[in-house]
């Protein structure tokens, strides 16, 4: 079974900073790779997802991600903190299959 | 277009009562999961279905049944709720596989507290 690991369960960045989550899976074959977003009160919804192809991942409001297949990685980026950024955020991985594998979660608070 | 809703937001049980718990997507999905947060413990499938008439066991089924009558609902029973079942439950949906690829829908989440 797939497992996924979420370093950090809160981080605290400023307004304008850098904000990086980071997620490690583990995983015997390349696998897809998501990022979902959870705002207070609300169901999660897709940032992003990496299936096949181009490794450096764009989603939305800014964000990125990047496959790292020889760290079994796929950490979260943003350039530029915003106080709408503010919210949970899951990494969950499935591996050919409808098993779906979700990380922990990291929440996330901007500082103004 | 709705999207993915549940009903209802939320509900308190007594420990032994059952209840059913309704999800209705109005996008022609074939794929829909039910899932509980925990606190810690990110999502975890309870159960999911992949057509109409169709379920299928998820990593914690334990407690739980489901049934997809129709293409668009996809209900979680509880026969006797237990203490252990108090979580926040969401419902998803997909256009394709999920396993290969394919974006989940999420609806809002019921909150479950059993007593």
């Known amino acids: 079974a797939q497992s996924v690991t979420q370093l950090g369960s809160h981080v605290s960045v400023s307004e304008g900073a850098l904000v990086l989550l980071r997620c490690n899976y583990s995983?015997?074959?390349?696998?897809?790779l998501f990022w979902y977003v959870q705002y207070p009160n609300q169901g999660l919804q897709l940032l992003l997802k990496?299936?096949?192809?181009?490794?450096l991942v764009k989603g939305i409001n800014g964000f990125e991600a990047e496959f790292k297949k020889s760290e079994t990685s796929f950490h979260l980026t943003k350039p530029s903190a915003h106080m709408s950024d503010a919210a949970e955020y899951f990494c969950?991985?499935?591996?050919?299959?409808?098993?779906?594998?979700f990380g922990t979660g990291t929440s996330l608070t901007v500082i103004p | 277009n709705a999207g993915v809703t549940q009903t209802p937001k939320f509900r308190v049980l007594k420990t032994g009562q059952s209840m059913t718990l309704l999800c209705a997507q109005d996008?022609?999905?074939?794929?829909m999961y039910w899932y509980r947060q925990d606190p810690g413990m990110g999502l975890r499938l309870i159960h999911y279905?992949?057509?109409?008439?169709?379920?299928a066991k998820g990593e914690v089924p334990d407690g739980y049944n489901v049934s997809r009558l129709k293409k668009q609902n996809f209900l979680l029973g509880l026969e006797s709720a237990a203490p252990s079942q108090t979580s926040v439950y969401f419902c998803?949906?997909?256009?394709?596989?999920?396993?290969?690829?394919?974006?989940?829908?999420f609806g809002p989440g019921t909150r479950l507290l059993v007593l």
């Open positions: 995983s015997s074959v390349p696998p897809y």
């Open positions: 969950a991985v499935s591996e050919f299959g409808n098993q779906f594998y």
């Open positions: 998803a949906s997909s256009n394709g596989l999920a396993g290969r690829g394919e974006t989940q829908y």
């Open positions: 996008m022609n999905h074939e794929y």
């Open positions: 990496y299936t096949t192809g181009a490794t």
């Open positions: 279905s992949v057509g109409e008439g169709t379920t």
